[in-house]
Structures are given as structure tokens and as C-alpha cells.
């Protein structure tokens, strides 16, 4: 009796949707009557077929036979396509193959074909006729792959399920494709692969936690419940059956409500309780008889035995062996006699393609035939015009000649032009060299200067100090005058080292490597590169910062050739953060930052910015010799060009890596040579 009422009040929730499907059931049967608009009433007609297709097969397969011929009249094809292939969706769950195949063969002409397009009706919002004959002809394969299965032919079953799937995930599809899984699930189950089978089931349920697929949802769990209670995961298996319950219940799906009682009776009875199993196989055989398909009868009157048997009610239990037995005989003839004619209309389309395919064969024959004369009579005319254009041709060579004559001139007068600009960025570079240089230089000096002043007047003070006697203060003042000495020396080292540099950069390569520190190496450039910057533009400033990895060995380079390479990639940063600053982005902060890094035998060096980045359709250019993004006038477009010659030179490689709007990384790698 609980049970009883645990069961009325699960069923209150879902007997308000189906007064409201009835509703739409009574609407849709009033516009029949009020109405003469063919249009109107082929989809009334067609929605009621829907709406039967899991409630009565007999009245969804009336209303298909009333919405079908209006759809010709009308000429909309792809209707008739989709009527044609849930009217054999509707028989091969009744069994009837043979008209099944039919219907599908019907459909399938229609919607592999393009032109079908034209002649589409009530689209949803944002399909495309094309979309919508491929939605057409991927629920055509899938039922072809119910066909299939139910003929024994698992092969075919499992490839129109995947060409459905295919077709379907090239239109978006999810509902189809959910449903797909969940068929091949199925079909697995039925080779006894139940990894498999459990693999795709899950895959369903993943996909129905985000896409209801309507009134297939319920099955998935069903197929799910089935493959847990045959790898004996009873707890899974009857969840996935309530689920599956509680769905089809939702849906008003008399057939997956049918399924789903059995396999909770059949559950119940492994656990070994009949009076739960025979509850539901009774309400099984409720609603079976509503839904009107002999299989799920036969099922339910095979677990009815089962209870009875298990409550010891052996009279009941014969009594429901024998209808089932009775049943399961009737339905086998029939299923011989379907069976037969379905694989002689299947017999009959294999030798209607075959005459397709000899058909084809001759009609290529005639072509090939008819190509081979037209290729003489073309060898012909090419034959005169291979004499007409000898003659030509001696005509061509001359001027030829004269147009070779013209391009050598210009060729070397290109090359020319060439080495003037690669002179021009040279001298470019250094340019940019020496007013960082100006500005590092300064600082030294300034050091120099003062520490000079700070010492003339100590040297005041030591002498006052003597003449007075005080000889300790006179030895403070004295030590000082050392400390001071020592600053001097070592800014006038710092300085004397800029000079050295801007005078290794100024001078031409000797094409010597020496072992050079590359960290140095970093340092010294980003710093006179950003002091050249300021020299041009006082307004400009931007972060910047070394990352070095100090356990790096000096490396054998040309160092005047490697530095100009880092000063380039160094003003690119600078300039690109320049650029993006000038746009008042809100919160932004220039930053350039050189790295260095040891990777096994080769040095990394990076040079990283959060400028506004480089765009995909031209980081293909970008070591192309005169490509340059840079205003007219700013850049002559060769110092990647010659960066990226001077590290190949070196064995190394030069790459970038950018983000349109994302900033720009240069990645230099060099090999550590001994």
C-alpha cells in the first residue's frame, strides 16, 4: 500500500503535462476541423503522427498517411523526406521491414539530394535550407541503424549510426548526437561489449546533463540501468532505472514507461523481491497495452510469469508463460515473414544499383570514347598552332633578349639600392647607439665630476687639519680622499667600457668569435637602447628589467654582430610599448623585459613586451628584408631581416611568438660552444 502511494504521488507533478498534452492534442484536432488550408493541415496532421509515435503506433502511422500526400501536392520535399522517415522509424518498431525500407530508400533519394533545398517550409529561426536537409538525412541514418539492428545486421547498424553522428557534428546537432550515443550504446550492449556500451551510454548522460534530447532522454538511462545490472552493479543499475522512470513518466512515453517497468520488475527480482517485481510487471502490462508494440507485451507478460513464479502463484505464473510463449510464436512468424520480404526488396535495391553502376560504367564508356576523338581533333589544331607559334616564338626570343638585357640592369641597380639601405640601418643603429651612449655616459661622468670637487676641497681641509696638528682628523680626511680616489677610477672604468663598446659596434664585424658573457652582453644594450629612447622622446618611460640566469658560461660569438641583433629586437620592444602608451590605454604600464636562460647545450635569450602585439596575417612577413609596420620614414625594414642572418650565421634561430593586442616575445637560442 505505501508502495501504491509513493508511486500515486510520484505521478502528481506529471499529470498536469499530460492534461496539457492532451490539451494540445484537442487543439490540434479543432484547427482540423475549422480549417481547409493544406498547409495548416499537413502539419497538424504531422504533429499528431509525432505526438503517437510513442503512445500508439497504429495512430501515428494514420496520421502520417494523412499528412504524406498533402506534403507532394504541395511539392516540399524536405517534408516528405522527414514524413517518410518517421513513418519508417514507426514500422520497424512495429516490425514491418519491408515497408520500413522502403519509406527510408524514399526519404533517403530525397534528401541526398541538394536540390531538395529549394522547396522547404517553416524553418526555425537561424537554419539554413541546407541545415536543415542535413538534420533531415542525419535522423534518416540514425533510423536506417534502428533498421539494421532489428534485421540482424550490427555491421550496418554501427555505420549509419556514425554517419548520422558525423553529418549531425557538422551541423551542431547535439540532440542527434546524444541520441546516437546512446545507440551505440545499445548496439554494443547487444554484442555483450559492455565496456563499450557503458563508454557510449555515458557519454549520452554527460551530454543530456546539457541538451535534452525530448522524449529519448528516459532511454538513455535505461540502457545505462541495463548495462550496470548485467556487470552486476545492482545500486547503479536501479537508479538509472528510476531515472529513466521518473523521465519517460514526464514525457508521457507509454512505450519507455512500458521498458522502464519491466526492467524494474526483472531488477526486483534478482533481488529477490517478488512483490516489488510484480508490482511493476502489472503496471508494465498497463501501459504496454496502451502503447500497443507486441515486443514490450511479450516482455511484460514474461516478467508477470517471473513474479508469479517467485510468490509461488504457479497457476498465474503458467498462465503468463504460455501468453507470452503464444505471443513470442506469433510474432516470430510474423518476424520470418518481414524478415523475407525485407531481404527481397533488399535484394531488388542491390540489383537496381548495380544496374545504376552499369548504367554508369556505359555512360563513361560512350565519354571516354567520345574524349579520345575530340583529343585527336584537338592534337590536330595543336599541332598548326605549335608551327604558328614556332614562328612566334623566334620573334619572342629576340625581344626576350632585349627584356633580359633591361632586367639585368635593373637587377643590378636594385642591388645597389640594397646596400645603400643596409649601410642606411647600420648607421640607423649606431645612431640609436650613440644617444643611449650620450645619456649612460653622462652619468659616469657625473660621478667623476663631483667626487673631483669633493676631493679639491678635502685636499682644503687635510691642509688645514696638518697646520693645525690634528693629525687624526687629517688621516679621516685623508682615507677619504682614497675612498673618493676609488669611485673616480671605477666610474672612469664604467665610462672608458661604454666608449669601448659604441666602438666594438661602430667598426665593421671581424667575423671572430670570442667567448663573450651574454648577460653582459643584455645589460649593457637594454640600457643603452632605453637611454636612446629618452634622448629622442623626453616624454617616453616605460619599465624594464634584465632576468639573468647567472650560472650561464660565456659563450663563443661575435659580439658586435650579436649586439646589434639585441639592440634591434630591444628598440622593436621600446617602440611597440611606445606606441601602445600613446593610446592612453586605462591602467597600462610600458614594460620591456630581456631574459636569459641555459636549455641543455644552447643559451635562450627573450625579449619580451606588452605592447600591442604583432597580427597573424603578417608574422609570415615579418623577417622579410624592406617589411617594416613602422611609419613611413621610421624604419627601413632590414633589421629583422639582418638580425635574423646574423644569428642563423651563428648556428642559432630566431623566432617570434605574438598575440594580436597581446604583446610580442623574440626568442633567440644560441649554441654554447667550447
Known sequence: MRQFILFVLFLLPVIVEAQSQQDQVSSLHKTLQYTANDTIRMDAYFQLALHYNYLNNDSALYYHSLCLPISRKLNLKLIEAHILENQGYVLTTLGN???????????????EDPASEKYVWNLPAGQTPREARLQTLAYLYQTMGHLYGATNNPDKQISNYLKSKEIAESIQEKGIITAINMNLGSTYLKLNKLDTALFYAQTALDAYAKNDIGIYSGYIYDLAGTIYQKKGDIDQAMNAFKTALKIHTEKNNLNGLSNSYTDLSSLYIILNKPDSSLFFAQKGLETSNGAGSSRLLEDVYSALSSAYTKLNKNDSALVYLQLASSLRDSMNAVEIKNLTAYQNLSFDEQIR??????????????????????GLFTLLIVAFLLYRNNKQKQKANIKLKAQKEEIQTTLEQL????????QSEKMASLGELTAGIAHEIQNPLNFVNNFSELNSELIDELKEELAAGNNQSANEIANNIKDNEQKIIHHGKRAESIVRGMLLHSRGSSGQKEPTDINALCDEYLRLSYHGFRAKDKSFNADFKLEADESLPKIGVVPQDIGRVLLNLINNAFFAVNEKS????????????VSTKRDGNRVEIRVIDNGPGIPDSIKEKIFQPFFTTKPTGQGTGLGLSLSYDIVKAHGGTLEITSADKNGTEFSINLPIQS
Open 415 to 422: 642591388e645597389a639600392t640594397q646596400t645603400q639601405l643596409i
Open 97 to 111: 521491414y519491408p515497408k520500413a525500407l522502403e519509406s527510408f530508400l524514399k526519404s533517403k533519394k530525397i534528401a
Open 353 to 374: 544499383l548495380r544496374e545504376l553502376e552499369e548504367e554508369k560504367a556505359s555512360f563513361q564508356y560512350r565519354i571516354r570514347t567520345n574524349a579520345l576523338m575530340g
Open 582 to 593: 600613446k593610446l592612453q590605454a586605462s591602467g597600462y604600464k610600458p614594460q620591456v623585459i
